[in-house]
T-cell receptor, first 116, second 111 residues
């Protein structure tokens, strides 16, 4: 149980294009999902909290107009990187919160984005 | 959000028991302590979670003293495949469930 998937696992795009990453909780419902970004040899950085049916909450310094988040159902959240540039190249990881008394987060396998 | 402090790196040999201690002096009453394992280019994998005393599962044990200001992840008889980064996090749903990752502990297991 508690499996989270991401699609695609990797993507290469040209500068200026937009890329959508999907995060799905496969065997549980997740009211809350989170999006992280990780650069090489660094820890995960929380970008935003995605709540089903409402607007995402972004961390300080994260541009909400550049990183569009949609949490349309209890099993799916999407992150769209708009007008991507090379500095957006990174490893993007989502997590889904299994609502229980401990609200444990389970992470997806990550998506490697390379912007040329 | 409670901040955590862990050793940056640790070395071990196959078959040894490894203990990684995490300090979280400002842990709040509602916070749970969760440990994750991450391999390169993969998402973090849940290892174990606890609130107090001792928790054990099929892969690890978690020791939490009474004051909960620290916790120790114990990996019995490590193998080469346990080489990874281990993260200790504290968090609670009253703060939106956010988990703020520290730098983690890079464990290197040698033959």
């Amino acid at each position: 149980g508690a499996v989270v998937s991401q699609h695609p696992s990797w993507v290469i795009c040209k500068s200026g294009t937009s890329v959508k990453i999907e995060c799905r909780s496969l065997d549980f419902q997740a009211t809350t999902m989170f999006w992280y970004r990780q650069f090489p040899k660094q820890s995960l950085m929380l970008m935003a909290t995605s709540n089903e049916g409402s607007k995402a909450t972004y961390e300080q310094g994260v541009e909400k107009d550049k990183f569009l988040i949609n949490h349309a159902s209890l099993t799916l959240s999407t992150l769209t990187v708009t007008s991507a540039h090379p500095e957006d190249s990174s490893f993007y990881i989502c997590s889904a919160e299994w609502t229980s008394n401990t609200d444990t987060q389970y992470f997806g396998p990550g998506t490697r984005l390379t912007v040329l | 959000l409670a901040k955590t402090t862990q050793p940056i790196s640790m070395d071990s040999y196959e078959g040894q028991e490894v203990n990684i201690t995490c300090s979280h002096n400002n842990i709040a009453t509602n916070d749970y302590i969760t440990w994750y394992q991450q391999f390169p280019s993969q998402g973090p994998r849940f290892i174990i979670q606890g609130y107090k005393t001792k928790v054990t599962n099929e892969v690890a044990s978690l020791f939490i003293p009474a004051d909960r200001k620290s916790s120790t992840l114990s990996l019995p008889r490590v193998s080469l495949s346990d080489t990874a980064v281990y993260y200790c996090l504290v968090g609670d749903n009253n703060q939106g469930g956010k988990l703020i990752f520290g730098q983690g502990t890079e464990l290197s297991v040698k033959p």
